[in-house]
Every structure is written in structure tokens, then in C-alpha cells.
């Protein structure tokens, strides 16, 4: 696991993932926790751990080579962060309960319990995701950026103004909700929470598709400190696969940026989407390795 090409492997996912976040707005955990666990042979829950330490670095790097770009909206994300800990916290344990099961017996065969339970969920989540975003990336590019957030139909008081396309007033506690289940997402499947910050942010809170991206990264990035400290005290990071994986990470993050300022918004969704396909069949390859191989 730590042998030089190990290192060199970690060294290119880093690059790869550095781009992605500084193009999407997102941590990138939901490339690096299978690509760990596929390529490099790492537990699923050292994966999840190691990739909060690279979402975290990457991030922050990603938000310095962004700050002359679209102003994140600051608000939404304080407001998302009071549920984010909680969530993290949640999804970390019911990790390490997965992990405490040890390996279940399926097909004559040992398998683990957090692998398999971390990759059966990873599965319809990003499918789930890559539908929507599929069905929206086509629109005309002219109304890409027109979108009403459907958290406005939830009617729970009390409400804020988040400056969102209209109707700009928000229930607090739906947005604070959506924070929770994004930090257990993150703390479950050390996703950072990115993949699925970007589409709710853009369909459900009603942000443009580049204020959506950097909203996210600072989303990610918080989010990101929590689980960092969470999956360290858990023994889940492996800090010999993380050098790499942050070099990778800042010089990809450069050339993410160079490359979003060449893109369009309906351009930046058709791109996640093909993103998301691609770690689809990456879990689907490990899921199908696990069950049948």
C-alpha cells in the first residue's frame, strides 16, 4: 500500500481530483474513496478517512485560486454548517459500526461489512445524482442558470432572505437540514460532500451554477475540518498515502481553474455528469468484485 508505485498512483489520483475540484466545486472524496479502495487495495473506512485529509487540502487550495471568480453565497453556508456537524459525527459512527461488524459470509466468501454497506449506498446516490443532472445539463444555454430552488416549497418557519434566485426566502430549518444529511454523507462515505452540494445547491437552494461551485468548496472545505479531526481520532487516515495525494491535489487545482474559465455554465454540468458516470462503473466494478469475484 505504501510502496513507490502506490505512491506515484496516489500522486496522479491527487492531480486528477485537484482539477475536478477547482472545475465543480467539489472535495472529490467520491472519486478518491473507491479509487483507494479499487486500485490501491485500502480499507474502505482508511479510504474514507485519507480522503477527508485531501478533500480538506484540496479545497482550501481550490478556494485561494477561485477568489476573484463568483462570490460563494456566505449565508447559505454558515446556515448549512449548523447542521453539518452533527451529520459528520452520525455518519462516522455508523461507519465505525459497520467497521465493528467485521466481514459477513456471501457467496462462500468473507467480505466486509463496511466495504460492501459504504459501496451498496455509493451506488444509487451518485446514479440518483447523475439522473438529474443528465436531464438538466441539456437545457438551452440561455436558461441554464435559470432555476427556482425547491426548498422554497418547504414551508417551515422561521425564513431568511439568501439573496437565491426567486422566491429568495428560505425555511431555516430546511436548509439546516440539508447540511445534516450532506455532513453524514460525508462522515459515512467520506464524499465531502461535494457531489452532492453542487446539485442541491443548484436545484434545490436556486444558486447559479458557478456561485453554486464556490458556495460548495466552502461548504466542503468546513466540512472537511470536521471529518479530518473525526476519521484522525478514529485511526482511519493514512497519512503516507496523503503527501501525494495533496501534491497531486495543488497542482491540479491549477489547472482546474485555467480550465473552468473556458467553460460555460451548461458546459460545467454536462461535464459533472460525465464525472459522476465514471465513478459509477468504478463502484460498480468493486461492488460487483465483492459480491460475485
Same mark, same amino acid.
Given at each position: 500500500?505504501?510502496?513507490?508505485? *502506490?505512491?506515484?498512483?496516489?500522486?496522479?489520483?491527487?492531480?486528477? #481530483?485537484?482539477?475536478?475540484?477547482?472545475?465543480?466545486?467539489?472535495?472529490?472524496?467520491?472519486?478518491?474513496?473507491?479509487?483507494?479502495?479499487?486500485?490501491?487495495?485500502?480499507?474502505?473506512?482508511? *479510504?474514507? $478517512?485519507?480522503?477527508? #485529509?485531501?478533500?480538506?487540502?484540496?479545497?482550501?487550495?481550490?478556494?485561494?485560486?477561485?477568489?476573484? %471568480?463568483?462570490?460563494?453565497?456566505?449565508?447559505?453556508?454558515?446556515?448549512?454548517?449548523?447542521?453539518?456537524?452533527?451529520?459528520?459525527?452520525?455518519?462516522?459512527?455508523?461507519?465505525?459500526?459497520?467497521? %465493528?461488524?467485521?466481514?459477513?459470509?456471501?457467496?462462500?466468501?468473507?467480505?466486509?461489512? *463496511?466495504?460492501?454497506?459504504?459501496?451498496?449506498?455509493?451506488?444509487?446516490?451518485?446514479? $440518483?445524482?447523475? #439522473?438529474?443532472?443528465?436531464?438538466?445539463?441539456?437545457?438551452?444555454?440561455?436558461?441554464?442558470?435559470?432555476?427556482?430552488?425547491?426548498?422554497?416549497?418547504?414551508?417551515?418557519?422561521?425564513?431568511?432572505?439568501?439573496?437565491?434566485?426567486?422566491?429568495?426566502?428560505?425555511?431555516?430549518?430546511?436548509? !439546516?437540514?440539508?447540511?445534516?444529511?450532506? $455532513?453524514?454523507? !460525508?462522515?459515512?462515505?467520506?464524499?465531502?460532500?461535494?457531489?452532492?452540494?453542487?446539485?442541491?445547491?443548484?436545484?434545490? #437552494? $436556486?444558486?447559479? !451554477?458557478?456561485?453554486?461551485?464556490?458556495?460548495?468548496?466552502?461548504?466542503?472545505?468546513? !466540512?472537511?475540518?470536521?471529518?479530518?479531526?473525526?476519521?484522525?481520532?478514529?485511526?482511519?487516515?493514512?497519512?503516507?498515502?496523503?503527501?501525494?495525494?495533496?501534491?497531486?491535489?495543488?497542482?491540479?487545482?491549477?489547472?482546474?481553474?485555467?480550465?473552468?474559465?473556458?467553460?460555460?455554465?451548461?458546459?460545467?454540468?454536462?461535464?459533472?455528469?460525465?464525472?459522476?458516470?465514471?465513478?459509477?462503473?468504478?463502484?460498480?466494478?468493486?461492488?460487483?468484485?465483492?459480491?460475485?469475484?
Amino acid at each position: 500500500m505504501n510502496s513507490p508505485l *502506490a505512491l506515484l498512483t496516489s500522486l496522479a489520483i491527487g492531480l486528477v #481530483v485537484g482539477t475536478l475540484t477547482a472545475i465543480f466545486g467539489v472535495g472529490g472524496g467520491f472519486l478518491i474513496t473507491p479509487l483507494l479502495h479499487v486500485i490501491l487495495g485500502v480499507p474502505m473506512p482508511t *479510504a474514507v $478517512g485519507t480522503s477527508s #485529509v485531501q478533500i480538506l487540502g484540496v479545497s482550501a487550495g481550490s478556494l485561494y485560486e477561485r477568489r476573484r %471568480s463568483a462570490p460563494p453565497a456566505l449565508k447559505i453556508a454558515l446556515v448549512m454548517l449548523g447542521g453539518n456537524y452533527a451529520g459528520v459525527q452520525l455518519g462516522a459512527r455508523l461507519l465505525g459500526y459497520l467497521e %465493528s461488524l467485521g466481514q459477513l459470509t456471501l457467496n462462500n466468501r468473507p467480505v466486509s461489512a *463496511a466495504d460492501l454497506g459504504v459501496l451498496l449506498i455509493y451506488v444509487p446516490l451518485l446514479v $440518483g445524482i447523475a #439522473v438529474l443532472m443528465r436531464r438538466e445539463a441539456h437545457r438551452a444555454p440561455e436558461q441554464a442558470d435559470i432555476t427556482t430552488g425547491y426548498l422554497a416549497k418547504i414551508r417551515i418557519p422561521p425564513y431568511s432572505d439568501f439573496g437565491t434566485h426567486a422566491p429568495n426566502r428560505l425555511s431555516i430549518p430546511a436548509v !439546516t437540514l440539508l447540511g445534516l444529511a450532506i $455532513g453524514f454523507l !460525508t462522515g459515512l462515505l467520506g464524499i465531502g460532500g461535494g457531489v452532492i452540494l453542487f446539485p442541491a445547491l443548484v436545484y434545490l #437552494v $436556486g444558486l447559479p !451554477t458557478r456561485q453554486a461551485s464556490s458556495t460548495s468548496l466552502v461548504i466542503v472545505l468546513f !466540512t472537511a475540518i470536521i471529518a479530518v479531526v473525526t476519521h484522525t481520532l478514529a485511526d482511519h487516515v493514512n497519512l503516507i498515502l496523503v503527501i501525494p495525494l495533496l501534491v497531486g491535489g495543488s497542482l491540479g487545482t491549477r489547472l482546474g481553474v485555467d480550465i473552468l474559465a473556458k467553460m460555460n455554465a451548461a458546459q460545467i454540468r454536462q461535464g459533472f455528469v460525465y464525472v459522476l458516470i465514471l465513478a459509477i462503473l468504478i463502484v460498480l466494478y468493486q461492488l460487483v468484485t465483492v459480491l460475485f469475484i
